[in-house]
């Protein structure tokens, strides 16, 4: 069994679509969540598959998280969605929804009770400049998603991503996030900049390629802004840089995982747990991982 130093937390793709992209860019915005890579939904599954796929997962890992992201879990139609929460939950599982939030309140009643922590995206502390990232009306929602959840009680984090621009904003999103964490329990905020992964281009290197080392002292000036909030900064990622180990479990059972290469155009696929197993897909990846590293080296 894979233990929770080895994994502590599993990622769970019910889809790879995403709604934000069905706002308005703002005027000076290059386009909706650019940042971002596009790709059509390539996840078909059933509700028993899903059942099937976590119950693999909490019997070959000690992991006490279920991360629910995408492309955005929170989407019109049905992903299984409800489903999968409450029987990650049922399971054993803490559970982290990751949403843009878009259509959360209309989904809240069947989403609630099964949610550990509800991860929300916001790039600025102000309309003006988180919409230029998420389209017209995003921070207005992210207003009133926040208002609700305060209301109940329900457990925050927060994911911002930066420009050079943007990353002057950091105070005044920190005051508004501490002004938060004084209504309810937030647990993290997830600050990145640019990470090209295999998409980069020209244009986005312009918007979002400034300097690490600005970046990451940017970030450490807030650090003492939110009390009792951890931080963590996720900064431009380079050749040589090493990344978090990640493994990606579709909702059909297909396992990949991030093995560290920037060129890479996706995930590496490693298998199908329900076919080989979770655990030996994860130490495939371990062993792949290591060698990507060995290569990298000579």
Known sequence: MLTHDELGIVHLVLNTDCNAWDLAPTNTSPGVCRFCYRERNRVSTDANTVRRVIDRVRAESEAHRCVFTGGDPVMPYDNHLEIALRHATEVGFETNLHTNGLL??????????????????????????????????????????????????????????????????????????????????VEYWLISQYRPIGRANTRKAEIYGFERDDFVRAVDDVRDMVDGVAIYAQPTRAPEDQYPFRVWVLADGTVTADLGSVAAPRNEVLGDLLVDGFEPLVRRAFALREQTQMEGIA
Request: hydrophobic residues 40%; without cysteine.
């Open 104 to 185: 959360l309140s209309e989904r809240y009643i069947g989403l609630r009770d099964h949610v550990t922590i509800y991860s929300l995206a916001v790039d600025g502390p102000d309309a003006e400049t988180a919409n230029w990232f998420r389209g017209q009306g995003y921070f207005e929602r992210f207003l009133s998603n926040v208002e609700f959840l305060t209301a109940d009680q329900r457990r925050l984090a927060f994911n911002t991503f930066t420009t050079a621009g943007s990353v002057k904003e950091l105070p005044r999103l920190a005051q508004l996030i501490a002004g938060v964490a004084q209504q309810t329990d």
